[in-house]
């Protein structure tokens, strides 16, 4: 079991920046790979990035691509997401999900079904 906890989200202004983390409790973080998912409303629930178990491999949807940075510190049991340059268009509640290191990293990692584990979300609010 992973139990998931974001936090950092907040209202920035386009062109800000924001930093999110997600804390992992158990021991079985670092043998998880881990991605974000962002949720706006009215829409389904879209892959941003994601990042193998060591961190050396990291994968983005063409929209953050350039802007966004997945990263991990399994010291920490903590996901973060460096988000830069935001747009309105990045508005959403920001998930971050766990799941086990089998199949193809870059072929599978967009999937949300492909995560057992999820947090609760938090918001990102982009003014323009």
């Known amino acids: 079991q992973v139990q998931l906890v974001e936090s950092g989200g907040g209202l920035v202004q386009a062109g800000g920046s924001l930093r999110l983390s997600c804390a992992a409790s158990?021991?079985?973080?670092?043998?998880?790979?881990m991605a974000w998912f962002r949720q706006a409303p009215g829409k389904e629930r879209d892959f941003v990035a994601a990042?193998?178990?060591?961190?050396?491999?990291?994968y983005y949807a063409d929209s953050v691509k350039g802007r966004f940075t997945i990263s991990r510190d399994n010291a920490k049991n903590t996901l973060y997401l460096q988000m830069n340059s935001l747009k309105p268009e990045d508005t959403a509640v920001y998930y971050c999900?766990?799941?086990?290191?089998?199949?193809?990293?870059?072929?599978?990692?967009?999937?949300?079904?492909?995560?057992?584990?999820w947090g609760q979300g938090t918001q990102v609010t982009v003014s323009s």
């Open positions: 999900a766990a799941r086990s290191a089998s199949g193809d990293f870059y072929s599978t990692s967009h999937y949300s079904n492909e995560y057992p584990y």
């Open positions: 158990g021991r079985t973080f670092s043998s998880n790979r």
């Open positions: 990042i193998t178990v060591g961190g050396r491999a990291t």
